[in-house]
């Protein structure tokens, strides 16, 4: 916890937004939001959230974070891109647009059996 001196002082500047991104992807949601150290230095938080169904049946969200550093924003930034070009390359990727039409279509021609009222008391 570089530039902190305790939690505290952590927790308190990671509620300092300076700007905020968000990015709604399918059933994950991205947050990218700028904070401020107490030393004025910008940094970067990457948030991914997606909402899930608990044991006990109530709906919550798992979140997980990543903090990066604007000492680390070029390597960051040469890694990300070298995997995306990647990616593409490689693999075929298939528009959400696409996708959705894709799983619709899928669902429709599914061979659903008949079941009826009387079937289930048997």
């Known amino acids: 916890m570089d530039g902190f001196e305790n939690l505290d002082d952590f927790e308190k500047a990671d ?3 300076i700007f905020s991104k968000v990015i709604r992807a399918g059933k994950r949601t991205y947050f990218f ?6 030393n004025s230095d910008f940094y970067l938080t990457i948030t991914e ?3 899930r169904m608990g ?3 109530k709906m919550y969200y798992e ?5 990066l550093y604007k000492e ?5 930034l040469e890694g990300l891109n070298e995997v995306v070009d990647y990616i593409k390359t490689n693999q075929e990727v ?4 696409e996708m959705v039409e894709h799983e619709e279509l899928e669902m429709a021609t599914t061979e659903f059996s008949s079941v009826t009222f009387e079937d289930l008391e048997k």
Do not use: A, M, N, Y
């Open 49 to 51: 959230s997606k909402k």
């Open 94 to 97: 298939i528009p959400r647009s």
């Open 55 to 57: 044991k006990d049946g």
């Open 72 to 76: 680390d924003f070029e390597k960051f």
């Open 63 to 67: 979140k997980h974070k990543i903090f």
């Open 15 to 17: 509620k300092e937004d």
């Open 33 to 38: 939001d700028v904070k401020s150290t107490r």
